[in-house]
């Protein structure tokens, strides 16, 4: 079975500060990584995935992930966050041999002041 | 903008009670998952359509079933509501089956929340 931990529940940061948002996942098989945002009352938006090729992965809005393999992590950085940035953020798994059932992290809140 | 529409927007029912949430999926997704996001906890999966089949199904009980239609659109069907139901249900679509890489984005519609009292 797959799991994902998301080890800070919430993050507060200055406005242009870096930040980075950790999450380590436990599988027995390879996976496929996601990072997910949700804004207060909205649904969740696709940040950035790695599903092969360069480790290093871009996504919107000035995001970047980095998969580790050997670490099972894919942590989610940004170089200088903005207070539009303040929202919750999931980082989730699936398993490539079976259908998209995606599992999910406890979220980390990210807040962002000036 | 995800292209996925999910009515209605918010609901409250009373344990006991039956209810149906919808959603639309994009023109040519032919898969939609359905996740239940209680407070403060991420979603969790609840079963998977692929051309109105039901594909795989998460740890919930039978009164958690589901349709999904030609026309793109689908149905969360909950019986027998109980406290614990209380939650955002999300939609999902992709364009594809496991084992496609197009089908491993899931574009999330923006929610159903359902009290129930």
């Known amino acids: 079975a797959q799991s994902v931990t998301q080890l800070d529940s919430q993050v507060p940061v200055f406005e242009e500060a870096p930040v980075e948002l950790r999450c380590n996942y436990s599988?027995?098989?390879?996976?496929?990584l996601f990072w997910y945002v949700q804004y207060p009352n909205q649904g969740l938006q696709l940040l950035l995935k790695?599903?092969?090729?360069?480790?290093l992965v871009k996504g919107i809005n000035g995001f970047e992930a980095e998969f580790n393999k050997s670490q099972t992590s894919f942590h989610l950085r940004k170089p200088s966050v903005h207070i539009s940035d303040t929202a919750e953020y999931f980082c989730?798994?699936?398993?490539?041999?079976?259908?998209?059932?995606?599992?999910f992290g406890t979220g980390t809140r990210l807040l962002v002041s000036p | 903008e995800t292209g996925v529409t999910q009515s209605p927007t918010h609901l409250i029912k009373t344990r006991g009670q039956q209810v149906t949430l919808r959603c639309s999926s994009q023109?040519?997704?032919?898969?939609v998952s359905w996740y239940q996001q209680a407070l403060g906890q991420g979603p969790q999966f609840i079963f998977q359509y692929y051309r109105e089949e039901e594909n795989g199904r998460g740890n919930f009980p039978p009164r958690f079933s589901g349709l999904q239609f030609p026309n793109y659109s689908s149905e969360l069907n909950v019986n027998a509501l109980e406290l614990d139901d209380s939650a955002l249900y999300l939609c999902?679509?992709?364009?594809?089956?496991?084992?496609?890489?197009?089908?491993?984005?899931?574009?999330f519609g923006p929610g159903t929340r359902l009290l129930v009292l």
């Open positions: 599988s027995s098989v390879s996976v496929y």
């Open positions: 989730a798994v699936s398993d490539p041999a079976g259908f998209q059932k995606l599992v």
């Open positions: 999902a679509s992709s364009p594809g089956l496991a084992g496609d890489l197009l089908a491993e984005t899931q574009y």
């Open positions: 023109s040519g997704h032919n898969t």
């Open positions: 790695y599903l092969s090729g360069s480790t």
